[in-house]
């Protein structure tokens, strides 16, 4: 069962079953109630699923939870933000070879950007035709390496 995101429904019924069958949180197992908020809950694991297993749940006051989640939220952002960088660096340092027409090589080129500007062509249209959507841009055929 993939249970990594779910409804606002699915999750109110999760916790309603962890309360059901393991009682309401009666302790923090962050600041173990020295923080003064009484009020405890049940919190997703960071490495956790949300899925019918105690053992992908804390028990946490309301102050801990929200600092918890908190960061949770921030290094999933930071995640992210990491991987569309890495995404876009290799988009743009990714080789590409031109051809002539009858598929003959003529040059490597160290990245899309550096070839449409030597030939004269838009990256629009050399990436249309790397991505086979047009047969050739500026009078060659391109293929990634
Ligand atoms: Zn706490």
């Given at each position: 069962m993939k249970c990594n995101e779910i409804s606002k429904k699915e999750y109110d019924k999760i916790h309603r079953w962890l309360r059901r069958v393991?009682?309401?949180?009666?302790?923090?197992?962050?600041?173990?109630?020295?923080?003064?908020?009484?009020?405890?809950?049940?919190?997703?694991?960071?490495?956790?699923?949300?899925?019918?297993?105690?053992?992908?749940?804390?028990?946490?006051?309301?102050?801990?939870?929200?600092?918890?989640?908190g960061i949770k939220t921030n290094i999933l952002h930071k995640l992210r933000t990491i991987e569309t960088m890495e995404k876009i660096h290799k988009a743009k340092c990714q080789p590409i070879a031109q051809y002539d027409r009858n598929m003959n090589f003529i040059k490597q080129w160290?990245?899309?950007?550096?070839?449409?500007?030597?030939?004269?062509?838009?990256?629009?249209?050399?990436?249309?035709?790397?991505?086979?959507?047009?047969?050739?841009?500026?009078?060659?055929?391109?293929?990634?390496?």
């Amino acid at each position: 069962m993939k249970c990594n995101e779910i409804s606002k429904k699915e999750y109110d019924k999760i916790h309603r079953w962890l309360r059901r069958v393991y009682g309401h949180a009666k302790i923090c197992e962050i600041c173990k109630g020295l923080k003064g908020n009484k009020r405890y809950e049940y919190a997703l694991k960071r490495e956790g699923m949300y899925c019918y297993d105690r053992s992908s749940y804390l028990t946490l006051c309301r102050i801990c939870h929200l600092e918890y989640d908190g960061i949770k939220t921030n290094i999933l952002h930071k995640l992210r933000t990491i991987e569309t960088m890495e995404k876009i660096h290799k988009a743009k340092c990714q080789p590409i070879a031109q051809y002539d027409r009858n598929m003959n090589f003529i040059k490597q080129w160290r990245s899309q950007t550096e070839a449409a500007k030597a030939i004269g062509i838009s990256k629009t249209t050399l990436h249309e035709s790397l991505s086979g959507q047009i047969p050739t841009a500026g009078g060659f055929k391109w293929s990634r390496i």
